[in-house]
């Protein structure tokens, strides 16, 4: 078993930034790929950022690139998402979740954590 907890959501004005923090415990963390995902009230999770094992291959959705960044700290078992310049449409639940399989979906993900708020206001 591996348990995630989010921490670092918040209420932020456009253009502000955030950092997110998910710490894992249980199982080897560096045996998991980590995700994070976001769900809009009303809409389907998806996917936002990915980092591999020991963070080599980084992959991000159109919408966040350029403005978030995933990282990994093994030897603290967290990984992090560091949100700039957001916008109104940022806002939602974020994830942070663990597989030992690269994916892009939500879909079969084994560990996920309960979520932190993130409110971006114009």
């Known amino acids: 078993q591996v348990q995630l907890v989010e921490s670092g959501g918040g209420l932020v004005q456009a253009g502000g930034s955030l950092r997110l923090s998910c710490a894992a415990s249980g199982r080897t963390f560096s045996s998991y790929n980590m995700y994070w995902f976001r769900q809009a009230p009303g809409k389907e999770r998806d996917v936002i950022a990915r980092?591999?094992?020991?963070?080599?291959?980084?992959r991000y959705a159109d919408s966040v690139k350029g403005r978030f960044t995933i990282s990994r700290d093994n030897a603290k078992n967290t990984v992090y998402l560091q949100m700039n310049s957001l916008k109104p449409e940022d806002t939602a639940v974020y994830y942070c979740a663990a597989d030992p399989n690269l994916r892009w979906s939500a879909k079969d993900m084994d560990y996920w954590g309960k979520g932190t708020l993130v409110t971006v206001s114009s």
């Open positions: 980092i591999s094992l020991s963070g080599g291959m980084i």
